[in-house]
């Protein structure tokens, strides 16, 4: 706008000088963003840091190929600062989401205390997917330990996966053979004790995270299905669900080769 049609340069001059300095003060001043990016992903089925992510007591288990991929995205941290520059340059990048901090990290919470929300609501993601397994195999609670450890990571969004983990070392597909089929499957999704599969945001940077990763099957929540699609690696074949039940179905079809039961965003 200040560029066209100039008459009247020397006045045109003088206003614009406030402006450039606003754009060049923000250029520099810390916004209230974070900056998302795709994030590792971990195989539930084998080991994070040298330690097993299941272990099942009480139970025989399995032995099981193929890898369930729980994936995450890493964001700027809550006192990290985020320049005008670095939500530009993420703005058009893929691989990049600028988010609101407040939808990342809780509005005047120390980062002691996030890591501990965090860390907290993984704990609950965790108990919820193990009593939704259970409660899917008809295993009894009492008779049947299952530990979860996955260092380093917050939040609930690996919900489904520890679920399908466990579903895999006990059950299988139910008729002796791997929920995977051998393959590389990845995916998101929160959990509830009744097996009930919630949104988790960020989906568009995990497809990502799982391409890298050697996956090439992501299940979404069915509720995220035009996020994930937004930048989905080509070749990456997208399985929506909504419960645990679903999921076990849909892994199963596929390995079966019966596309009419695989269902699709």
């Known amino acids: 706008m200040l560029l066209s049609r100039i008459s009247r340069p020397r006045a045109l001059a003088v206003c614009a000088l406030p402006v450039v300095a606003l754009l060049a003060v923000a250029g520099f001043a810390p916004l209230p963003f974070a900056i998302a990016q795709p994030g590792p992903t971990t195989d539930v089925l084998g080991d994070s840091k040298g330690e097993p992510v299941i272990e099942i007591s009480g139970a025989p288990t399995r032995d099981t190929s193929g890898k369930l991929r729980m994936v995450t995205i890493v964001a700027t941290g809550p006192d990290a600062e985020v320049s005008l520059g670095d939500v530009v340059d993420s703005w058009f990048r893929t691989d990049r989401a600028v988010m609101p901090r407040d939808a990342v990290y809780p509005a005047g919470d120390s980062t002691k205390e996030i890591e501990q929300h965090n860390l907290g609501e993984m704990k609950k993601s965790q108990d919820s997917a193990t009593e939704a397994a259970l409660g899917y195999l008809g295993k009894d609670p009492q008779d049947v330990h299952v530990n979860l450890q996955l260092a380093d990571v917050g939040g609930p969004s690996a919900g ?5 983990g466990i579903v895999d070392k006990l059950d299988g597909n139910g008729s002796g053979g791997d929920l995977t089929g051998g393959r590389s499957i990845a995916g ?4 509830t004790s009744g097996g009930k599969v919630g949104a988790v945001g960020g989906v568009s940077l995990k497809t990502q995270a799982a391409w890298r ?4 099957v992501f299940l979404v929540p069915r509720a995220e299905c035009g996020d994930a699609k937004a930048e989905l690696p080509k070749g990456m074949r997208l399985i929506p669900v909504t419960t645990l039940r679903g999921a076990v179905s849909a892994l199963t079809a596929l390995d ?3 596309a009419s039961k695989v269902p699709s965003c």
């Not at 489904?160 to 399908?164: D, G, Q, V």
């Not at 998101?188 to 959990?191: D, K, P």
């Open 160 to 164: 489904l996966f520890f679920s399908l």
């Open 188 to 191: 998101t999704g929160t959990i």
């Open 213 to 216: 990763d050697g996956a090439k």
């Open 256 to 258: 079966k080769g019966d």
